[in-house]
């Protein structure tokens, strides 16, 4: 499961499985995400909520050509989703003065940038898939 980078799915997919793209431990009891992987689509449809889920780097193919989307929980803008991320959105909940990326940082889709968002970042980091 670790050679394969990228998908590429079309709008006609209406659901993908919870653990269709990534590894599961040698006991069967954990599943892990491809480190990396990147998904293409459409927007809206089933690729962009799996993507975004589960931290994997979108491709939007509408429009006039590919147009890259934020990685959700990826606060900090820079590719991967860390404890950085995770240190930044507690700062910016708390009310210092931080840049993040709002778009990124709204892990449930929402709209805001809550207390929502920081536990989802916690679960995702610590591998919980919810």
Known sequence: CENLKS???PKSVTDIGDYAF????????????IDGFTISGYRNTAA???AKKNGFKFISLDGDG????????????????????YSNLQKYLSGWNVEIDLEAADLN??????????????????????
Not at 22 to 33: A, K
Not at 66 to 85: A, F, H, L, R, W
């Open 109 to 130: 889709g929402d709209g805001k940038v809550t207390m929502k968002d920081y536990a989802a970042l916690q679960r995702k980091l610590n591998g919980w898939n919810s």
């Open 7 to 9: 998908v590429t799915i």
């Open 66 to 85: 590919p147009i890259e989307d934020v990685i959700s929980g990826d606060v900090n803008g820079d590719g991967k989703v860390t404890m950085k991320d």
């Open 22 to 33: 990534g590894c599961t431990s040698i006991d069967g009891f954990s599943f892990n995400p």
């Open 48 to 50: 962009e909520k799996y």
